[in-house]
């Protein structure tokens, strides 16, 4: 299995009259954009196999920013995700695609990803929790080290009952002001925990994850969330768990 890597493709289009070009995520090299040539013909055995949430075993070569696809291998089946599950699944693809860097090694966060997506497949209820969790743990691995449990003014421990507003490149302190960026010390308890027992923490666990995630993302919108709208439209769900909506 010399070369072969795993990965799962984050993102393909059309390429030409028969090709694909795709971002895929790798366990060793991170994200990675592939020239896959004739996956789109007719008689390709790659045509089943280059699509999301499908566990890969690839290989590839060549030099520059766009490398080529020379092998590629199901594992097993696609992992089976729909509806809300799906829409899920497709932003966190889509996040994942917008803020790695190309080529850079991020071999924890490949199966921090694999678990994100298998519990996808299983969980019977709302995803939120297991995209929360996805996201703090993203933020760990794009370098974002934050205290949690200590006001970053006083040092001192937070407490439950108090509020501390988040400031960029500091932390929370404790204040008197209540706005979008203040957080009760329960919430960022939940946070320090990955743990969101109720509504209230796993709304201020979106809150905090979108305020933290905005400076990778950029000001570009999120297509998944565009999709996610559309979809609710047609099938409403509770207000309270839409978990990649803003």
Not at 133 to 148: M, S, T, V
Not at 167 to 174: L, P, Q, T, V
Not at 183 to 203: H, I, M, S, W, Y
Request: one cysteine or more; hydrophobic letters at 40%.
């Amino acid at each position: 299995m010399d070369g072969w890597q795993r990965a799962f493709v984050l993102h393909g289009r059309p390429y030409s009259e028969t090709s694909l070009l795709l971002d895929l995520f790798t366990e060793s090299h991170g994200r990675i954009k592939l020239l896959a040539k004739g996956a789109r013909g007719r008689r390709s055995h790659l045509k089943g196999c280059l699509q999301p949430f499908t566990p890969l075993l690839v290989r590839w070569g060549g030099k520059g920013g766009v490398k080529t696809l020379r092998a590629a291998e199901a594992v097993s089946l696609s992992l089976p995700l729909s509806g809300l599950t799906l829409y899920s699944g497709l932003y966190v693809n889509e996040v994942l695609d917008r803020v790695l860097e190309a080529e850079t090694p991020y071999s924890s966060l490949f199966f921090d990803y694999l678990e994100c997506i298998q519990s996808l497949a299983g969980v019977s209820g709302s995803p939120e929790r297991i995209l929360r969790r996805f996201e703090l743990a993203l933020l760990g691995h794009l370098g974002y080290g934050i205290d949690f449990l200590h006001c970053a003014g006083s040092g001192e421990p937070v407490t439950e009952q108090m509020t501390y507003r988040y400031r960029a490149e500091k932390g929370f302190i404790a204040s008197l002001v209540v706005d979008h960026f203040s957080f009760t010390g329960r919430d960022l308890q939940a946070l320090a925990n990955r743990e969101f027992p109720d509504v209230d923490t796993l709304k201020a666990a979106k809150r905090f994850t979108r305020i933290a995630l905005k400076p990778y993302l950029g000001g570009k919108p999120l297509k998944s969330r565009e999709l996610f709208r559309q979809f609710t439209i047609k099938k409403p769900a509770s207000d309270s768990t839409l978990p990649v909506d803003e």
